[in-house]
């Protein structure tokens, strides 16, 4: 669906950028800080500290990627309490930083409120920033709608949220930050590949509430997380990719949350679709960026 950006702020030029910068964004971190956190710890373990003269000792404990457990059990029984839900509904507002003309980053931001229900509706009303748009998937359906232009984008779709998410990729380049949050399987892509995991500690500033800070990663992503330390739901993300040398921060706040919520009948419906303008459900053209990102080459973290 090609639904414009703004032209760029910072250029004056259309924000391609817009788009792709929150292409790489999926769950987020500031990797420089959590790092340093990894070579701290690592620093305080036996073996590694430094002699009397000020060398380092060489260990290979010390080189070694480390994978706690209390990290991943984390991680994992966050992944369980979403798969296990049959509805859900939160608020995602997205971060993601671009280049200025003068080099240093601007923040862009994109607030997009999410239902799903499971195996086979999920709708994301995206009011700003950047022109609105909404997303409906009923099952049979995906409809991409503009309101501010009054078009509309219809394509038949498979019968699952994950299908319907790849469907919605493929053909048009949409994709959605919060991805990993309403697949069916969450930790699967996650854990393919990790080669870091370790917890932080806790934090009582993120939601309102009580969450465990843990960070993990793969070849590709390295993620910072904030993770409801009783209800277990995500709270917020942060990540750099390792592919981006400018070392761009991503961020998303998840809040609002709402599980197993009912939802009406017409909720995953747009009241609007045959009477709106129809255009074709197809990727946008390479002058006119899309309303939504397309994903990094590590969709889901998976490595490709």
């Known amino acids: 669906m090609n639904t414009g950006i703004p ?21 987020l971190v500031l990797f420089g800080i959590s ?57 995602a507002i997205v971060m993601y930083e671009s280049p200025s003309v003068f080099g240093t980053p601007l923040a862009y931001m994109t607030k997009s409120e999410v239902a799903m229900q499971r195996p086979d509706k ?8 950047g022109p609105p748009s909404d997303f409906y998937y009923n099952g049979k359906t995906m409809i991409a709608f503009a309101p501010t232009e009054d078009m509309v984008a219809t394509s038949p779709a498979p019968p699952t949220i994950d299908g ?14 919060f991805s990993d949050v309403v697949v069916a ?8 590949g990790l080669k870091v995991a370790f917890y932080i500690g806790q934090s009582k500033v ?35 990719f390792a592919s981006d040398p400018t070392m761009l921060r991503h961020e998303m706040v998840l809040s609002n949350w709402q599980i197993d919520p009912s939802f009406s009948a017409d909720h995953f419906t747009l009241a ?23 994903p990094p080459k590590s969709h889901r973290f998976k490595k490709q």
Not at 278 to 293: C, E, G, L, T, V
């Open 122 to 129: 999920l709708r994301v009303i995206t009011p700003g920033d």
């Open 35 to 91: 790092l340093a956190v990894s070579v701290q710890a690592q620093e305080q373990q036996p073996g590694s500290s430094k002699s009397k003269k000020g060398s380092p000792r060489k260990t290979e404990s010390a080189a070694k990627p480390a994978l706690e457990l209390k990290a991943i059990a984390i991680v994992k029984a966050s992944c369980e309490r979403l798969a296990a839900a049959h509805s859900m509904a939160f608020t």
């Open 272 to 294: 609007k679709a045959d009477s709106a303008k129809r255009i074709a459900f197809a990727r946008p053209d390479p002058w006119a960026p899309n309303r939504f990102a397309p």
């Open 7 to 27: 032209a760029d702020l910072s250029s004056g030029t259309p924000n391609t950028r817009y788009g792709s910068a929150i292409q790489r964004m999926l769950l």
């Open 164 to 177: 319907a998410l790849k469907a919605a990729y493929d053909k048009a380049a949409i994709y959605f930050p």
């Open 206 to 240: 993120i939601g309102g509430v009580t969450t465990d800070i843990v960070a993990y990663g793969n070849d590709v992503v390295f993620i910072q997380a904030w993770i409801g330390t009783e209800d277990k739901l995500p709270r917020m993300l942060r990540a750099v």
């Open 185 to 192: 399987n969450p930790y699967k892509d996650l854990s393919d």
